[in-house]
């Protein structure tokens, strides 16, 4: 089992856990008294991590500890100048455009390299999901739920919009129209729903749903990662808006790749 690879002080202020063992990591949110809720820390903490993990992991698993997944943002975020030495509303709000502009994209790269290509990503979400916690788990690849999950895209409700990049997930997930009645209403969303809708691949008793997990896991790295992270990449371009002409192109190019690869014995 391989040690931590960011500083663990900064993951115990960010309120995050990291495992990784071989080709597959772990990252748990670990404040189950507030419900996992984030701070900025918490999502320098997350960029930390995309930024040190070892290219032999493929797979990472983003789990909460307790009874949710994320409540969403720390509360002291809507009423601290700072939490923790970042900004929070209050603070954002006093920087020049240019400040807040780069502070905010500071913020949206925890979550973002959760989307590249080079790892497929895996959110099992149990319980609350709602507005960071819920972006959060737009942004992996793969969600896995609970029964009893509720994500919720509280942001709007709240007089702020969704800023961690979770918007073109979400609509890509479920459609432009049903993306504007959940972040608009900030109703909660089930498990029913969530798989009907796209936003979930299956839902699972509370009790099942890490070996549920575990099952996926074990699937994913049984395929050769060379093959997996070109077929991932053809796939996200694809949803990105690519052309199907240029989906033709990216494939002959993803395939010359790997056949050169096997031929080279590299696999």
């Known amino acids: 089992m391989t040690t931590a690879v960011v500083d663990p002080g900064l993951l115990e202020r960010g309120g995050l856990a990291l495992d990784v063992d071989g080709p597959r990591a772990t990252i748990s949110l670990s404040r ?17 991590i995309g930024e040190a993990l070892p290219d032999e992991v493929w797979v990472v698993v983003v789990r909460g500890e307790g009874r949710a997944f994320s409540s ?11 939490i923790d030495g970042l900004p929070g509303i209050a603070g954002i709000a006093e ?12 913020f949206q790269a925890g979550f973002s390299w959760l989307r590249h290509p080079a790892r497929v990503t895996v959110a099992a979400v149990q319980g609350h999901a709602i507005g960071g916690g819920f972006q959060l788990a737009l942004a992996c690849d793969l969600r896995l739920v609970a029964d009893d999950v509720q994500f919720c895209m509280a942001e709007a ?10 918007t073109h997930p979400l609509v890509q997930a479920v459609g432009y129209s049903r993306a504007v009645e959940i972040c608009l209403t900030g109703r909660r969303v089930g ?3 969530a798989v009907a809708s796209g936003l979930a691949l299956r839902a ?14 074990s699937s994913l790295l049984a395929v050769p990662s060379g093959a997996a992270r070109e077929t991932l990449a053809l796939l996200a371009g694809v949803a990105d808006g690519m052309d199907p002409a240029g989906a033709l192109a990216a494939e002959r190019a993803a395939q010359l790749r790997r056949l050169r690869s096997l031929v080279a014995g590299e696999g």
């Open 32 to 48: 189950p008294d507030v419900l996992n809720a984030q701070t900025p820390v918490t999502w320098d903490a997350f960029r930390s």
């Open 204 to 217: 699972v008793p509370v009790g099942q749903l890490d070996a549920e997990v575990d099952a996926i896991v």
């Open 157 to 166: 409700t709240l007089g702020i919009v969704p800023d961690l990049g979770g």
């Open 191 to 193: 498990a029913e729903e």
């Open 95 to 106: 920087l020049s455009d240019e400040d807040a502009d780069t502070t905010i994209a500071g």
């Open 72 to 82: 969403g943002l720390d509360r002291r975020f809507f009423t601290a100048r700072e």
